[in-house]
């Protein structure tokens, strides 16, 4: 690595990337489709008649499965520029590679029929940042997703390059798990579990329960809502169990489970009390409130013995 540049010196240099082109002219490998937005709704639980039937669209937050370019890769011609960047920071030592988050808005409903295309460009390259997993700049790009020549969606995605830190991580960062974003959506529900309250968003015009937290009703749109309480008993509809890789505050292999609450919505949290091996689909479970760390609590769901109600 003795010709990259000095950390003094990159910043300026990965910059210069910013606005320039990362995907030009993508194409997405299938259209939009009826079987995939089935699957879709199938894994997810969602039964709105909004995406069945001749109307049909589908749901807003498949924007990105339709870009996906699988193994192949095909439909994402990376350009130049975005190879460039990333092993300008590769030669730098910026070796290891994190996605952070992302953040989408949707225009206008994808339907079956529809082709998108698209067009990414590298929004913002920060300057360099120290993490918990190591030092590094995080790389925003912004995708533009078309339907002849007509935007339907946008969808930012935040990655974080870094150089690893080396040897053991501390203890004392080992439990600091990683923070929950919270944002003007999902604010209230934060604040519920601080009160050690369960709270499910529900419709004041249709009455339909809705989780996670979202801005307006799936069901009939409406932007009006208020909240219930929930009981806390559920059972498992589906899990993973994960060995790898290993994250700060969380000791793998540990049972990552989507909860069927009594009230009929669905959400994803630990599963504890049990090993991981044990846990099973329709196994009843509890809602608990786990402190892991001096500044955050969290909903878990502890297993309950054989035969008992969730």
């Not at 993508?26 to 879709?40: F, L, Q």
């Not at 994402?76 to 520029?81: I, K």
């Not at 994190?98 to 390259?125: H, K, M, N, W």
């Not at 669905?266 to 479970?285: D, H, K, P, Q, Y």
Request: charged content about 20%; aromatic content about 8%; overall charge neutral.
């Amino acid at each position: 690595m003795s010709d990259a540049p000095r950390d003094d010196d990159l910043h300026p240099l990965l910059k210069t990337f910013e606005g320039r082109p990362a995907t030009v002219s993508g194409r997405a490998k299938d259209p939009v489709n009826s079987p995939m937005i089935r699957h879709w709704c199938e894994a997810m639980g969602d039964a709105n008649p909004a995406y069945t039937g001749d109307d049909a669209i589908a749901p807003p937050t498949m924007l990105q499965a339709w870009l996906m370019g699988g193994l192949s890769g095909r439909g994402r011609a990376r350009s130049t520029a975005y190879e460039q960047l990333f092993e300008m920071l590769r030669r730098a030592g910026y070796t290891a590679i994190v996605a952070t988050d992302c953040e989408q808005e949707y225009p206008r409903p994808l339907r079956p029929g529809d082709l998108p295309t698209f067009d990414t460009v590298i929004e913002s390259v920060s300057p360099r940042k120290t993490t918990r997993l190591g030092a590094g700049h995080f790389i925003t790009t912004r995708t533009e997703v078309r339907v002849n020549g007509r935007l339907v969606g946008t969808h930012r995605f935040r990655v974080l390059t870094y150089a690893p830190a080396p040897g053991p991580v501390p203890a004392a960062v080992r439990t600091d798990r990683p923070r929950p974003v919270v944002n003007r959506d999902n604010a209230g529900f934060w604040e519920g579990v601080a009160a050690h309250r369960l709270l499910i968003q529900r419709c004041d015009a249709c009455a339909a329960l809705r989780f996670p937290w979202l801005p307006g009703c799936g069901r009939c749109g409406s932007p009006e809502w208020s909240t219930v309480e929930a009981s806390g008993a559920g059972t498992v509809f589906s899990y993973v169990i994960v060995h790898h890789p290993p994250a700060p505050g969380l000791d793998p292999p540990y049972a990552v489970g989507l909860v069927e609450l009594a009230e009929g919505v669905r959400m994803i949290s630990n599963i504890t009390g049990a090993a991981a091996e044990r846990v099973r689909i329709g196994m009843a479970v509890a809602l608990e409130f786990v402190r892991v760390d001096a500044d955050l609590e969290i909903p878990v769901f502890r297993a309950l013995p054989d035969g008992a109600a969730g």
